[in-house]
């Protein structure tokens, strides 16, 4: 038995699946993998196509792009409400 990880970070999980895809792992075995580590709710199968189809796109970054909108601020004051 394998110990579980709970905590992960994103970027952490897309260089799992971009090390697995650059072995030639499918999708599938991909996300069955990172599931069996990270637990059920790290990502879904749905989302590890998308990030093996971006890195055989060419993409090389695993962090979030920057998006154009407000940014999400949570502050003491928002959450005693």
């Not at 905590?7 to 990172?34: G, M, T, W």
Request: aromatic share 8%; hydrophobic share 35%; charged share 30%.
């Amino acid at each position: 038995m394998f110990k579980t990880i709970s905590d992960s970070a994103d970027c952490e999980v897309r260089s799992i699946i971009r090390f697995l895809n650059a072995k030639n792992a499918k999708p599938a075995e991909i996300h069955r993998q990172i599931v069996e580590i990270y637990g059920e709710n790290v990502m879904t199968d749905g989302m590890v196509r998308k990030w093996v189809r971006q890195f055989n796109d060419g993409r090389t970054n695993v962090h979030d792009e920057a998006r154009s909108g407000r940014s999400s601020v949570v502050n003491d004051g928002w959450l005693q409400k």
